[in-house]
């Protein structure tokens, strides 16, 4: 009974896809948090008739015979959309208007990337994000800056306590990759490069596509939740419309074992 095989595929598949909007509806409050959606694919085909043969008469048949053995997700994109903004006023909150990300250095050396622009200060002077990540490359905040400016090309300035004139301090750079959906999430609002995502390339805010900087501003996550809850009522009726072929499927059974002479 084939049906109740591809019902079955058909449960399991859209039971990932209720876990993906359900986790786009966790992360609604999470900064920079991209909404992701699965992708589904029909799986193979048994093929009792290939369209194009010719019938018993000479005949070429217009159709042929295949029965679909079901479904299955092959993939679970991030769509990088821009989040609204919300206006914070704290100086080392910054938002990307448009393409790119943040660069940060991990404890292992190793680089990642992150839309989050909630950044603050270390002890040290770093300019780091909520979990201690500073910069690449570094910007220092010298202990005595009454005031920090950050320009919409990402360079960072500071009123120093005693000079007239403005310091600048550094530039940040943005990365942006060919395929961002390509990149891996490994939490924290942080993404790894990978081999599909390609190289990052590095470059100025307002430069070669990437976007400006806006200072005193976050990007909140791009979920809807009027969308999202949309989403999960189509999944679970796909769910129940599997489980009801499921049990079709037992019923044609149960009348086929149940047959007498």
Aim: net charge negative; hydrophobic share 45%; aromatic share 6%.
């Amino acid at each position: 009974m084939r049906a109740m095989y591809a019902a079955a595929s058909g449960m399991t598949a859209q039971q990932l896809n209720v876990d993906t909007i359900a986790n786009n509806l966790a992360n609604v409050n999470t900064l920079a948090f991209k909404r992701a959606r699965v992708e589904f694919q029909d799986l193979m085909y048994q093929t009792l008739r290939i369209p194009g043969t010719l019938a018993a008469e000479g005949v070429e048949v217009p159709t042929g015979i295949q029965i679909g053995l079901g479904t299955r997700a092959v993939a679970t994109q991030k769509i990088f959309s821009q989040g609204d903004f919300q206006q914070t006023e704290a100086p080392l909150d910054m938002v990307i208007q448009g393409d790119g990300f943040f660069a940060l250095l991990q404890t292992d050396g190793s680089v990642a990337y992150t839309r989050a622009g909630a950044f603050n200060r270390s002890s040290e002077g770093l300019v780091v994000n909520s979990n201690g990540l500073p910069m690449d490359p570094a910007i220092t905040l010298p202990a005595n800056a009454l005031s920090i400016s950050i320009g919409r090309d990402g360079t960072v300035s500071a009123q120093i306590a005693g000079q007239t004139e403005h310091q600048v301090l550094g530039q940040i750079q943005l990365a942006r990759f060919a395929n961002p959906a390509g990149l891996l999430s490994v939490g924290d609002g942080l993404y790894l490069e990978t081999k599909a995502s390609g190289t990052a390339t590095l470059g100025s805010p307002g430069i070669d596509g990437l976007g400006h900087l806006l200072q005193g501003y976050l990007e909140q996550s791009n979920v809807e939740v009027v969308q999202e809850m949309v989403n999960m009522i189509v999944a679970q009726r796909a769910y129940e419309a599997n489980s009801r072929a499921i049990q079709i499927a037992d019923d044609m059974l149960a009348t086929a074992n149940s047959a007498r002479r």
